[in-house]
Protein backbone atom coordinates (compact mmCIF):
# COMPACT_ATOMS: atom_id res chain seq x y z
CA UNK A 1 0.00 0.00 0.00
CA UNK A 2 1.30 3.66 -0.93
CA UNK A 3 1.42 5.19 2.47
CA UNK A 4 1.08 8.64 0.15
CA UNK A 5 -1.99 8.09 -1.15
CA UNK A 6 -3.58 5.07 0.81
CA UNK A 7 -4.12 2.93 -2.06
CA UNK A 8 -2.59 -0.79 -3.38
CA UNK A 9 0.38 -0.04 -5.89
CA UNK A 10 1.14 -2.26 -8.68
CA UNK A 11 3.84 -4.04 -6.96
CA UNK A 12 1.85 -4.92 -3.59
CA UNK A 13 -1.12 -6.10 -5.48
CA UNK A 14 0.97 -8.11 -7.94
CA UNK A 15 2.87 -9.74 -4.72
CA UNK A 16 -0.57 -9.67 -2.89
CA UNK A 17 -2.53 -11.54 -5.75
CA UNK A 18 0.68 -13.82 -5.73
CA UNK A 19 0.30 -14.85 -1.92
CA UNK A 20 -3.40 -15.64 -2.44
CA UNK A 21 -2.74 -17.59 -4.98
CA UNK A 22 -0.40 -19.75 -3.45
CA UNK A 23 -1.76 -19.74 -0.25
CA UNK A 24 -4.81 -21.59 -1.30
CA UNK A 25 -2.79 -24.25 -2.82
CA UNK A 26 -0.89 -25.27 0.52
CA UNK A 27 -1.24 -24.27 4.08
CA UNK A 28 1.22 -21.61 5.05
CA UNK A 29 3.71 -21.76 7.51
CA UNK A 30 6.15 -18.87 8.91
CA UNK A 31 9.52 -19.52 8.62
CA UNK A 32 12.23 -17.29 10.62
CA UNK A 33 15.88 -17.22 10.06
CA UNK A 34 18.86 -15.65 11.43
CA UNK A 35 21.49 -15.29 8.88
CA UNK A 36 25.16 -14.85 10.50
CA UNK A 37 28.00 -13.46 8.39
CA UNK A 38 28.61 -10.17 7.03
CA UNK A 39 24.98 -9.01 6.34
CA UNK A 40 24.54 -5.49 6.96
CA UNK A 41 25.39 -2.65 4.72
CA UNK A 42 26.25 -4.61 1.88
CA UNK A 43 22.19 -4.86 0.17
CA UNK A 44 21.32 -8.06 2.18
CA UNK A 45 17.72 -7.38 3.45
CA UNK A 46 16.89 -5.34 0.13
CA UNK A 47 17.98 -8.88 -1.77
CA UNK A 48 15.73 -11.21 0.28
CA UNK A 49 12.87 -8.74 0.40
CA UNK A 50 13.36 -8.94 -3.97
CA UNK A 51 13.85 -12.71 -3.59
CA UNK A 52 10.92 -13.09 -1.20
CA UNK A 53 8.27 -11.41 -3.11
CA UNK A 54 9.67 -13.35 -6.42
CA UNK A 55 8.62 -16.42 -4.19
CA UNK A 56 4.99 -14.88 -3.29
CA UNK A 57 6.27 -14.74 0.49
CA UNK A 58 5.11 -12.48 2.75
CA UNK A 59 7.36 -10.89 5.54
CA UNK A 60 10.33 -8.79 6.70
CA UNK A 61 13.76 -9.17 6.94
CA UNK A 62 15.41 -6.66 10.02
CA UNK A 63 18.99 -5.68 11.07
CA UNK A 64 19.78 -6.93 14.42
CA UNK A 65 22.46 -5.42 17.18
CA UNK A 66 25.00 -8.29 16.89
CA UNK A 67 25.42 -8.03 13.24
CA UNK A 68 22.79 -10.59 12.29
CA UNK A 69 19.60 -10.11 10.11
CA UNK A 70 16.88 -11.76 11.33
CA UNK A 71 14.22 -12.93 8.13
CA UNK A 72 10.63 -13.70 8.85
CA UNK A 73 8.44 -14.66 6.16
CA UNK A 74 4.62 -16.58 5.58
CA UNK A 75 3.70 -18.34 2.47
CA UNK A 76 3.91 -22.01 1.43
CA UNK A 77 6.43 -24.33 2.52
CA UNK A 78 7.67 -25.02 -0.54
CA UNK A 79 8.54 -21.22 -0.89
CA UNK A 80 9.98 -20.76 2.52
CA UNK A 81 12.33 -23.68 1.67
CA UNK A 82 13.45 -22.19 -1.47
CA UNK A 83 14.44 -18.75 0.42
CA UNK A 84 15.99 -20.53 2.30
CA UNK A 85 18.34 -22.40 -0.10
CA UNK A 86 18.91 -18.82 -1.28
CA UNK A 87 19.80 -17.16 2.08
CA UNK A 88 22.43 -20.46 2.25
CA UNK A 89 24.03 -20.06 -1.32
CA UNK A 90 26.63 -18.27 -3.06
CA UNK A 91 26.31 -15.12 -4.50
CA UNK A 92 23.87 -13.47 -2.09
CA UNK A 93 25.38 -9.98 -0.92
CA UNK A 94 27.94 -9.57 1.31
CA UNK A 95 29.09 -13.32 3.30
CA UNK A 96 26.93 -15.34 4.87
CA UNK A 97 28.56 -17.67 6.95
CA UNK A 98 25.29 -20.00 8.69
CA UNK A 99 21.27 -19.87 8.82
CA UNK A 100 19.48 -20.57 12.20
CA UNK A 101 16.10 -21.60 11.02
CA UNK A 102 12.30 -22.50 12.53
CA UNK A 103 9.12 -23.37 11.14
CA UNK A 104 5.61 -22.51 12.79
CA UNK A 105 2.57 -22.02 11.97
CA UNK A 106 1.78 -19.04 10.46
CA UNK A 107 -0.57 -16.04 12.07
CA UNK A 108 -1.71 -14.69 8.72
CA UNK A 109 -0.75 -10.67 10.22
CA UNK A 110 2.21 -10.42 7.94
CA UNK A 111 1.73 -8.12 4.36
CA UNK A 112 3.88 -7.38 1.73
CA UNK A 113 7.84 -6.98 2.78
CA UNK A 114 9.16 -4.61 4.96
CA UNK A 115 13.24 -3.95 5.24
CA UNK A 116 13.41 -2.75 9.24
Given at each position: ?N??T???????????K?????????P???MT????GM???V????????R???????G??????????E??????Q??CD???????????PG?????E??F????????G????
Amino acid sequence: MNWFTGRAGKQDATAEKQHAATASAEPAVRMTAWVHGMVQGVGFRWWTRSRALELGLVGSAKNLLDGRVEVVVEGPQEACDDLLRQLRAAGTPGRVEHVEVTFTAARGELRGFIER
